[in-house]
């Protein structure tokens, strides 16, 4: 696991699903089919080794390490839980995302394509950030805004 987040999902998690498509990570101008992110600003991640999965998918919340790491005290800071994509990622929304307020169960999140209907009742509102200066600790990811 990498020591760095993620500034969109607040994941620390750098290893990809092993159900996840083919991507040239190195290449840039890619774009992930599974949440739109692009390959410029994911080179930090890698591809997950080879693993039988017997009697269940292959994903993030499938992994035995992965249900670890958020009982790690830096997880349990971040508000972690385990998304069967990214792996762990902290529940709190970053600051500059759309409301999802008014959503509907079918609505798709512009940001990664998440849908509604998977992450009700598990986003939060991220906590006031108007006013905070430059190089201010986000009180949440723990980087600076």
Same mark, same amino acid.
């Given at each position: 696991?990498?020591?760095?987040?993620?500034?969109?999902?607040?994941?620390?998690?750098?290893?990809?699903?092993?159900? &996840?498509?083919?991507?040239?990570? $190195? +290449?840039?101008?890619?774009?992930?089919?599974?949440?739109?992110?692009?390959?410029?600003?994911?080179?930090?991640?890698?591809? &997950?080794?080879?693993?039988?999965?017997?009697?269940?998918?292959?994903?993030?919340?499938?992994?035995?390490?992965? +249900?670890?790491?958020?009982?790690?005290? +830096?997880? =349990?800071?971040?508000?972690?839980?385990?998304?069967?994509?990214?792996?762990?990622?902290?529940?709190?929304?970053?600051?500059?995302?759309?409301?999802?307020?008014?959503? =509907?169960?079918?609505?798709?999140?512009?940001?990664?394509?998440?849908?509604?209907?998977?992450? +009700?009742? =598990?986003?939060?509102? &991220?906590?006031?950030?108007?006013?905070?200066? $430059?190089? $201010?600790?986000?009180?949440?990811?723990?980087?600076?805004?």
């Amino acid at each position: 696991m990498s020591s760095s987040v993620c500034p969109v999902v607040g994941t620390t998690n750098d290893v990809l699903p092993p159900n &996840h498509p083919e991507v040239d990570l $190195a +290449k840039d101008g890619q774009t992930c089919p599974v949440v739109g992110a692009t390959t410029d600003h994911h080179h930090n991640l890698h591809k &997950h080794p080879a693993v039988p999965i017997e009697g269940s998918s292959p994903t993030a919340t499938a992994c035995p390490a992965l +249900k670890t790491v958020v009982n790690q005290p +830096k997880s =349990k800071a971040m508000d972690d839980e385990v998304c069967p994509v990214i792996g762990p990622a902290t529940t709190v929304l970053p600051p500059d995302h759309p409301s999802t307020a008014d959503a =509907k169960e079918g609505d798709v999140c512009p940001v990664t394509k998440a849908t509604i209907a998977h992450h +009700k009742n =598990k986003v939060h509102s &991220h906590p006031s950030v108007q006013g905070a200066e $430059a190089g $201010a600790v986000c009180p949440v990811a723990g980087v600076r805004i």
